[in-house]
């Protein structure tokens, strides 16, 4: 289902996420299922060509000396639901490290089914990287897939019938084998403290770097990645902001009544929109 005013708007994650309603971003399924069903096709080249922040949630744990990812949708994405602090976390130390409430809130919810729970060692995953390890999919030959590697599978690049078509516009497209990273266990093991956990963003390639898939993303001022999804403010209300401006601009009595109507609220929501020119005049 395309969601009404579904826009992409390429930035860093931490400054986009405020502009967009949370619930609309959207995850790698629904991504990669638009880069296949979109039917203009410029529009699905645009997609293909794209490097994507998704809604998909991963937080990581040791629990009985296992590492374990606990990945489920834009609900329980403890990034979203605590952005500002996120953010922050994730910028000065490469991770989040949540509340012990919303880790427990994770954790019911995977013992209710709503997100998964893997042990990273059933992913049999490859690599060499301290931080990150990875396992591939054959796209022409993706039933070589664990049980536990294709769970997580679809849960990326869609469920059932749309994984098997996703994985041939894939291999249609050149790409071999695709590739889902998520943190090395080892890394889980030295980062995470008793009872605690670790929390990333997610994001998707394009097709150029093979549509891999990486659940342990912490550059959130990357400015190349795109995020899709339905802003907040409406084309309508971009419009009416455009007209009070023609108006102050063109009548010296409309700028009257403004002052007017100035009061210690408004002129700071007011000195909000000047910090936020001169933020970006000065990245530009």
Not at 34 to 57: H, I, K, Q, V
Not at 117 to 122: A, D, F
């Amino acid at each position: 289902m395309t969601l009404e005013g579904l826009l992409n708007e390429r930035g860093p994650l931490n400054k986009l996420f405020f502009e967009f309603d949370s619930k609309t971003i959207q995850h790698a399924f629904e991504i990669t299922n638009d880069r296949r069903t979109l039917e203009n096709e410029s529009e699905r080249e645009g997609l293909r060509d794209r490097y994507f922040w998704t809604a998909d949630s991963s937080m990581y744990r040791i629990e009985n000396g296992k590492a374990i990812l606990y990945f489920g949708d834009v609900t329980t994405n403890l990034v979203f639901n605590n952005a500002t602090e996120a953010f922050q976390q994730l910028i000065q130390t490469n991770n989040y490290v949540p509340s012990s409430k919303d880790i427990q809130t994770i954790i019911k919810k995977a013992k209710s089914g709503d997100i998964l729970r893997i042990k990273l060692s059933e992913l049999n995953l490859k690599g060499s990287c301290i931080e990150r390890l990875y396992f591939e999919i054959d796209t022409a030959n993706y039933g070589g897939l664990n049980g536990t590697q294709r769970k997580l599978a679809e849960k990326i690049y869609g469920q059932e019938e749309d994984f098997e078509k996703n994985m041939k516009m894939l291999k249609d497209a050149n790409i071999r084998t695709t590739q889902i990273s998520v943190l090395n266990p080892e890394y889980i093991e030295t980062y995470v403290e008793k009872d605690s956990a670790i929390v990333r963003t997610t994001k998707i390639c394009s097709f150029r770097v093979r549509s891999e898939f990486y659940a342990n993303e912490y550059l959130v001022e990357n400015r190349s990645n795109v995020l899709r999804g339905v802003p907040r403010m409406t084309e309508h209300d971009k419009k009416k902001i455009s007209e009070f401006y023609e108006l102050l601009k063109k009548k010296p009595c409309a700028q009257k009544i403004a002052a007017d109507m100035l009061n210690i609220e408004i002129a700071a929501e007011l000195s909000k929109v000047f910090t936020l020119y001169l933020e970006n005049a000065h990245e530009k």
